[in-house]
């Protein structure tokens, strides 16, 4: 069966740094893989989709990442951190069942201090 | 298209009522799904349609859960009666197909009193 594990819960970071969120998954079959993002009291906005094409996948608002199968991870950077990032960062996975419904990681709250 | 729109977006209802949450998919899109979101849970897969047929609703908490799609534009999600561990924010959300991404509403803020 697939799951997804975000392995940080919380993460603050300084206005104009990296951020780095990390998220491993397993599936028996090749996964298409997605990155959301939920703001205070707002619904899910999709950040970028990995659907085996190009490993390395370019969202919205300058985020980014990468398909690495050898590592089961789907990792999300951004190279320069801005306060409005500020949010719930969600991970997702196909399921393996032929329906394919979508697994939800428990989500990483981003901090951007000033 | 003005995405997947949910009705309504707060209710406020009192312990032992029917609460009935409606959500419009986007035009076009073979899938529908029902999440509800808590602090103490996340975010969990209640029930999930194709072509308007449930798939899997293995998540629905119990039998005072229902949900219906009667047609490609059209879906709810029932809960009678309600409880107060019913309170949280629930979302619909539509996909074109099995491998894309699926589109949110706004989410509809239950609060079982």
């Known amino acids: 069966a697939q799951s997804v594990t975000q392995l940080d819960s919380h993460v603050s970071v300084s206005e104009g740094t990296p951020v780095l969120l990390r998220c491993n998954y397993s599936?028996?079959?090749?996964?298409?893989l997605f990155w959301y993002v939920q703001h205070p009291n707002k619904g899910l906005q999709l950040l970028l989709k990995?659907?085996?094409?190009?490993?390395l996948v370019k969202g919205i608002n300058g985020f980014e990442a990468e398909f690495k199968k050898s590592e089961t991870s789907f990792h999300l950077t951004k190279p320069s951190a801005h306060m409005s990032d500020a949010a719930e960062y969600f991970c997702?996975?196909?399921?393996?069942?032929?329906?394919?419904?979508?697994?939800f990681g428990s989500g990483t709250r981003l901090q951007v201090q000033p | 298209d003005a995405g997947v729109i949910q009705s309504p977006r707060h209710e406020v209802t009192e312990m032992g009522q029917e609460v009935t949450l409606r959500c419009k998919p986007i035009?076009?899109?073979?899938?529908l799904f029902w999440y509800r979101q808590t602090m103490m849970r996340g975010l969990e897969l209640l029930i999930y349609f194709n072509n308007n047929v449930p798939i899997d609703d293995s998540g629905m908490p119990e039998d005072r859960f229902s949900a219906k799609m009667p047609n490609a534009s059209f879906s709810t999600l029932k809960i009678q009666p309600s409880e107060p561990r019913d309170s949280a924010v629930y979302f619909c959300a539509s996909r074109r197909n099995r491998d894309g991404e699926a589109f949110f509403g706004q989410g509809t803020r239950l609060t079982v009193v």
């Open positions: 035009s076009g899109h073979d899938y």
């Open positions: 599936s028996s079959y090749s996964p298409s």
């Open positions: 997702v996975v196909t399921t393996d069942t032929g329906r394919r419904a979508l697994t």
């Open positions: 990995y659907t085996s094409a190009a490993t």
